[in-house]
């Protein structure tokens, strides 16, 4: 028993099964990220004014993965058109850069990840903020903002001694030691280095601030810039997480095709280059995501 | 690409659809490969057959039902007898009164019976049903109210998403549809086959839920936030983030490790849902192809009979509403375990706590996206029931559907519309009200493409020869209950008397209106229609109407009271019945009691069903291939169909539903019959000149 049409198009239709069912399942995904996407509209909409981080990704690692991405999406036609000709060589070797591609991709996923790990935000009461924090930050030139709504100001950088404080059972008592960044957004300066995807961090030399723990907005209190810290951080996860989750599952199965896969292309390369081409009708949709995302996340 | 050499066709195997149907030598009992037998692992559980995967789904869909049903049972018996013990000596006390007041209505028993005391289970001991549920569930055999809501929760759950829809779409869906249609079997048959291990998978965690320390998921299945964020755990005990701050704030109680949030019931509900649909969402990829694709040579567009259309349009509902509520499940899913803040405003209180979160959510989001998805449900729910019906009466009214066509259409329209209408569930959350303008036009424009079906099924029986077979009786009933849900909803659907009925019994009446006596009345015209196609044997009728009398007037009896309480004024939520708010919800408390019992009987009612379509899976009687003497495909292949269904390659001449045609000598022609050629069957009633299709003249 064979299923009809898995090769071939059905000629009224003009399609075969698996190009129909990527289309398909397709749809479900632009309903899936189109949900998600107003609801950012929906959230930023109905957010304070001022509230709103801007500028806080580090556009040119955005940038990098975009064009990572575009050109993944070149070597995944080539694949294919690698196979139509019945190339096996290109094709594998096309796929092979695809994959390469999408796992830098990951990788640099990872690097802004780990930066959002190791940031930290405190939010300090307006009162306590203008009276002792905030001309010293800026006498050095360090970078803080004012949440109108909350009356707090918000401060970001590394937590110098918290590690030494939970050694020593003292994280309630304080006080936390933080060397807070230089600058939001995307701006590269020479002489100082740049945080990994987020900002200009300052040198390890620069005079650190020490925070009270009193001073810190009891609702907000203090954190890695993780979903918990504000929604734009639970947007960003959300959205650069599931689109990565799409990835891995891309790569995956181009794994499967560069491997266990190609097998077939001695059996019956036109059902190969059909599999590739719903492959590769995935990827570009996965690649057209992201450019949904980067001006979304990343330059507004 | 015109320059590309020829691609090597050859090298495939070729694909015309009806060189595929292979002249089966072995007995229809033979579930194998013709290349190779498979084990019993490959032919029963992890399947690829279409027909295979279709009972699984029926049989697993079937004892959800049963299994979501129980909870309601048990949670009438709170609002019934408000915080008495759930014991032997307590129910029994009840139900002897009930049946001595019956009597001395009669005039049997000379004097009233006394009201029954509850008995308190006695210190020390524990009831059965303490024993069942657990001490923080139901101490002493009373329902906790966190007991009663998870039940609330759970009932509506595995009733709509573990019941219904695997039953509705994914068991007749893959049983019937590709038979239908002439095809050998789904287009992805090893993608139907990850459904079933989805589905199985979330089944496996959302009644696993029901186990964990907390109960299961107790929001509602619309699952509110912030109430479902906040529910146990409270979402302040954040896995990552801002939990060193939650550690650092005086009074803070000690946040649980990470499994034990991961294993909170509301978690648990999200994680499965997410599984639930993802199987859905591959089921409807898979049926969408099939119908597109795998239609046999012949088989038009307005060829295929209705059932087909409306798995098509139930596909297309779930394939496009389904997505925006998994995205709201991630989102919850980070709210409660990642402490973000998409759905909760800043400064809640909980418990006396502020709640530590970044804010700037808003409820209405869930609310949005939940119904987005929960409103076309509603109908994903009804087609495949009207589909079933459909079949049903044309095949035993003897006649084709009266305005196949319009039907078609109409279901169409409806479909697109079911998508637009969705905040006509949330006029009370204050959108405004030009939004509920749109929405109330929108809702009231869907009842028209929804009321041309059902009538358009009502007219087809006119002038029929009805045969009052099980599926019928079902049909019958289903046509006027379903009418009653439908009518009901009207109402509902205008904002200001929706102000009113709003959350109250009225709602729940109108609903179950449609789910109950509408589709699962279908479903089991469906069971009984389908079933010797799927076994070669007939479900037993005598048995059929034992179970049918009884469910139908304790259907009724259940239901049609709740109108009453609803217009009355009875709140849906109320943990104790409405006995608090007595006063004001005066003179429609006794009928909690009624419906109660109506509903345990109607459970008891479902034993002779349950026994019928085990039995009969052995003993039943043998019958031919088409024992109901229909047209559409799936009667020309063998019953029960072997692996690749049909024994010679199908191609089909007609329609679906030639019934009674003027000048053919059987009162039936199978589509798949040649115009040319001579009728095998004689078996048709009279001459086909002395009987008429269609409306008799009406002057």
């Not at chain 2, 502020?354 to 449900?377: A, R, V």
């Amino acid at each position: 028993m064979d299923i009809p049409y898995t090769v071939s198009a059905r000629p009224d239709t003009g399609l075969y099964n698996g190009k129909l069912g990527i289309w398909l399942f397709l749809a479900s995904e632009v309903m899936l990220f189109g949900a998600i996407f107003t609801s950012y509209l929906f959230v930023r909409l109905g957010a304070d004014d001022g509230s709103w981080p801007n500028h806080v990704q580090n556009v040119w690692l955005g940038l990098t993965n975009t064009i990572l991405l575009l050109a993944s999406s070149i070597t995944m036609v080539l694949a294919w058109v690698g196979l139509k000709e019945r190339k096996f060589n290109t094709y594998w070797w096309a796929l092979a850069a695809t994959i390469v591609l999408g796992v830098a991709f990951l990788a640099i996923k990872g690097v802004e990840y780990h930066a959002k790990w190791i940031h930290w935000g405190f939010f300090i009461n307006e009162d306590a903020f203008v009276k002792k924090y905030k001309d010293d930050l800026d006498k050095d030139n360090y970078f803080y903002s004012y949440i109108p709504q909350q009356h707090c100001y918000e401060v970001r950088g590394h937590f110098i001694n918290r590690d030494e404080l939970i050694a020593n059972n003292q994280l309630k008592a304080g006080p936390y030691t933080v060397l807070p960044d230089k600058a939001p957004g995307f701006a590269i300066n020479a002489g100082q280095h740049t945080g990994p995807s987020f900002n200009t961090v300052s040198d390890e030399e620069d005079p650190k601030i020490s925070i009270d723990p009193k001073d810190i907005d009891p609702l907000r209190g203090y954190g890695r810039l993780l979903p918990a810290y504000g929604t734009y951080y639970a947007v960003y996860f959300l959205v650069t997480g599931l689109h990565a989750m799409h990835i891995i599952g891309g790569v995956v199965v181009m794994l499967y095709f560069l491997t266990i896969g190609s097998r077939m292309y001695k059996r019956n390369p036109e059902q190969l280059s059909n599999r590739i081409e719903v492959t590769g009708i995935f990827w570009h949709f996965v690649d057209l995501v992201w450019i949904t995302v980067f001006p979304i996340l990343y330059l507004t | 690409m015109d320059d590309l050499p020829p691609s090597s066709e050859a090298a495939a195997s070729s694909h015309a659809p009806a060189a595929h149907g292979h002249a089966h030598d072995h007995g229809h009992d033979d579930h194998g490969h013709e290349h190779h037998e498979l084990g019993f692992v490959r032919t029963y559980i992890f399947s690829t057959d279409h027909k295979t995967i279709g009972i699984q789904y029926i049989f697993g869909g079937l004892t959800f039902l049963m299994f979501g049903f129980m909870l309601m049972l048990l949670m009438r018996w709170q609002i019934a007898f408000p915080y008495e013990p759930l014991t032997y000596a307590n129910a029994s006390a009840h139900m002897g009164y009930q049946f001595h007041e019956v009597l001395y209505h009669l005039g049997v028993d000379s004097a009233p019976p006394e009201i029954p005391t509850p008995v308190a289970v006695p210190a020390g001991q524990t009831c059965f049903m303490e024993w069942l549920f657990g001490k923080d569930q139901m101490p002493g055999g009373v329902m906790t109210g966190n007991f009663y809501n998870t039940l609330g929760a759970m009932h509506g759950t595995i009733m709509v998403f573990f019941g219904i829809v695997p039953v509705a779409f994914a068991a007749f869906g893959n049983f019937v549809m590709p038979l239908q249609i002439g095809t050998v079997d789904m287009a992805f048959p090893r993608l139907n086959m990850g459904s079933v291990i989805l589905f199985f998978i979330s089944a496996v965690l959302m009644f696993s839920s029901l186990l964990v320390p907390g109960g299961a998921a107790k929001s509602g299945w619309t699952s509110y936030t912030p109430l479902a964020t906040i529910s146990d755990p409270p979402t302040h005990y954040h896995l990552l983030g801002m939990q060193s701050w939650v550690a650092a704030t005086p009074n803070f109680p000690e946040h649980p490790t990470w499994w034990a949030l991961l294993l909170a019931g509301q978690t648990m509900w999200i994680v499965a849902m997410a599984f639930n649909i993802t199987s859905s969402l591959l089921s409807s990829v898979n049926f969408i192809a099939t119908i597109v694709n795998l239609r046999a040579k012949g088989m038009g567009w307005m060829r295929m009979p209705f059932f087909v259309w409306t798995q098509f349009v139930t596909a297309f509902l779930l394939l496009l509403a389904f997505p925006p509520l998994e995205a709201a499940a991630f989102m919850q899913l980070f709210d409660r375990c990642f402490g973000s803040s998409f759905m909760s405003p800043g400064g809640l209180i909980v418990n006396g706590q502020p709640l530590i979160t970044s804010g700037g959510g808003t409820p209405l989001l869930w609310q949005h996206l939940f119904w987005f998805l929960g409103h076309p449900e509603v109908y994903v729910l009804v087609l495949p029931g009207l589909g079933i019906i459909a079949e049903v009466v044309a095949n035993n009214a003897r006649k084709p559907l009266w305005g196949y066509n319009q039907m078609v259409y109409g279901v169409l329209v409806l479909a697109f519309l079911s998508m637009i209408v969705w905040a006509h569930h949330m006029y009370l959350t204050g959108m405004g009200t030009a939004v509920s303008s749109f929405f109330q036009l929108t809702t009231i424009i869907i009842s028209v493409p929804t009321i041309l079906i059902l009538s358009s099924l009502i007219i087809s029986l006119w002038g029929g020869a009805i045969r009052f077979t099980s599926p019928m009786l079902w049909a019958c009933a289903f046509l006027p209950l379903f009418g009653i849900g439908g009518l009901t909803g009207i109402p509902l659907a205008f904002n200001a008397p929706d102000q009113f009925l709003h959350d109250s019994y009225y709602i729940i009446a109108h609903f179950h209106y449609v789910i109950a006596p509408g589709t699962i009345f279908a479903l089991f015209a469906g069971c009984h229609y389908w079933y010797p196609k799927a076994t070669g044997r007939m479900m037993s009728e005598f048995w059929n109407k034992v179970h049918f009398w009884p469910t139908m007037i304790l259907m009724n009896c259940t239901f049609f009271p709740m109108f009453l309480q609803g217009m009355a004024g009875m709140h849906r939520r109320m943990y104790d019945g409405g006995a608090t708010y007595q006063q004001l919800n005066a003179g429609v408390l006794h009928w909690n009691i009624f419906i109660s019992e109506a509903a345990w009987l109607m459970g008891l009612a479902q034993i002779p069903f349950i026994i019928n379509f085990c039995f009969s899976w052995k003993y039943g009687r043998k019958v031919s291939d088409n024992p109901w003497e229909a047209t559409t495909l799936e009667w020309s292949a063998p019953s029960p169909p072997p692996h690749g269904n049909f024994l010679k390659p199908v191609v089909v001449y007609r329609g679906p539903y030639e019934y009674s045609v003027p000048g053919a000598v059987n009162d039936y022609t199978p589509q798949d019959e040649p115009p040319t050629a001579k009728p095998t069957h004689i078996s048709g009633p009279a001459p086909a000149d002395e009987r008429s299709i269609g409306f008799p003249p009406l002057t």
